[in-house]
């Protein structure tokens, strides 16, 4: 969960890379060395940036190594990055920086950064530090992206889960949540990104999850690492994280958050209106504006075909089922070719039929759908189930056919 660009780190990589693989072979880690998890709270600044980050802290002062494993780099410079991002083929690496560095970055942004020393011992802390380097040969150091399950956050915990001698114990959860309710907590100020989640996101997403799965999120990471236990193989059980402190005080800046009235909610409602306004000018003069519904519905054609392509072509996790494809759909697209030409007049009619009555059992059963729908998609289809329920109307009683 955090950006950088290849240009940035390409000479750096070369160097730590060959200073790594010279102290794994000549100078294995001494008895001061300290492995820490190093979690970074969430911040407003990027989009990437309110789910927080994890890496891990590698400091032996005997042997001068004080680098953080981060496996949340990506570069925006790949080719075909965004439709690789949108296919669910994003590659993260693991990145290696100096510790002052890595937490200077933060600093500077006002992101808290908290530091938990792990309860290991020396055999462990080397496993550790092997497979880090293991992990960051050139031909492994990438990996495909998956936010829930493969993630900056999820990798740390499975390192140490690995090498650690004995089984960790993790909390029991206090309140079972799902995946949207996590993540729809971490964009609560982006009200607009929280809308395009809900709108990507499928019915899976809201299935209760596991509390090892909360893990996905950075700061749900930390706390079950603070409370953690591990059972040692002779019976013995002691705390997973030594000790905890706060490298870097977060500056909260309430200016930072934007607050618009241009919410969702707001603007969906507004369109809904104009659409109601529209609608009330065409049957008090009965008339038929056939551009209305063309543009209308070409554009809920290209958003359904975002939705299918992410539906059914793209490889990422909890997007289907996804119950917004019944009014959202490519169909849409194919209604405007009936709309638009007069000898298609009756399948157009019959399509403003099926869709008038889908969408309609949509709203009827809104809150017995399986899936949580953001309350703005409702202004939205109910603009698409008048257009099709005053298109059933003219059909009724003849209006605008004449001029069609």
């Known amino acids: 969960m955090q950006k950088t660009t290849k240009r940035k780190y390409g000479a750096l990589t070369l160097l730590l890379l060959l200073f790594l693989s010279v102290q794994a072979q000549n100078r294995p880690l001494s008895s001061q060395a300290q492995i820490s998890l190093l979690t970074v709270a969430p911040s407003d ?105 493969d993630n900056c956050a999820t990798r740390p915990a499975a390192i140490i889960e690995k090498q650690l001698h004995g089984e960790i114990r993790f909390p029991q959860q206090e ?94 409602w507004l369109f809904f209106l104009l659409i109601v306004a529209i609608t009330y000018i065409e049957w008090s003069r009965q008339k038929y504006f056939r551009i209305v519904d063309c543009l209308l519905f070409f554009t809920a054609g290209i958003a359904g075909c975002v939705l299918f392509f992410l539906c059914f072509i793209s490889t990422h996790p909890c997007i289907w089922p996804n119950w917004s494809i019944i009014w959202l759909h490519p169909f849409d697209l194919i209604a405007v070719i009936l709309f638009a030409v007069k000898k298609l007049r009756k399948a157009a009619d019959w399509y403003h039929f099926i869709n008038f009555a889908a969408l309609t059992l949509l709203l009827a059963g809104w809150h017995f759908i399986p899936q949580h729908l953001n309350t703005a998609f409702i202004p939205l289809v109910m603009s698409l189930w008048l257009r099709s329920g005053y298109s059933v109307y003219r059909k009724i009683w003849n209006i605008g056919y004449e001029k069609f």
């Open 175 to 268: 309140k079972a949540q799902s995946f949207r309710d996590m993540i729809n907590y971490c964009t609560r100020n982006h009200p607009w990104l929280t809308f395009g989640c809900d709108l990507a996101l499928g019915s899976p997403t809201d299935q209760l999850i596991t509390a090892r799965e909360e893990m996905f999120l950075p700061l749900y990471l930390k706390e079950a690492f603070s409370q953690a236990k591990v059972t040692r193989t002779d019976g013995t059980q002691k705390n997973l994280v030594e000790s905890e402190r706060i490298l870097a005080e977060e500056m909260i800046d309430d200016s930072d958050i934007e607050s618009s009235f241009w919410t969702p909610m707001v603007c969906c």
């Open 45 to 149: 600044d990027e989009v990437y940036t309110v789910y927080g980050h994890s890496a891990l802290r590698i400091q032996d002062p005997a042997n001068k190594i004080n680098h953080v494993f981060n496996y949340g780099l990506f570069s925006f410079s790949k080719p075909n990055f965004i439709y690789r991002f949108a296919k669910g083929e994003t590659d993260y690496q693991l990145g290696v920086s100096h510790f002052n560095d890595f937490l200077l970055e933060y600093e500077m942004r006002g992101s808290q950064v908290t530091e938990q020393i792990l309860a290991l011992d020396s055999m462990e802390k080397a496993q550790v530090w092997n497979a880090l380097l293991l992990n960051y040969r050139p031909e492994n150091r990438e990996y495909r992206y998956n936010f829930f399950f």
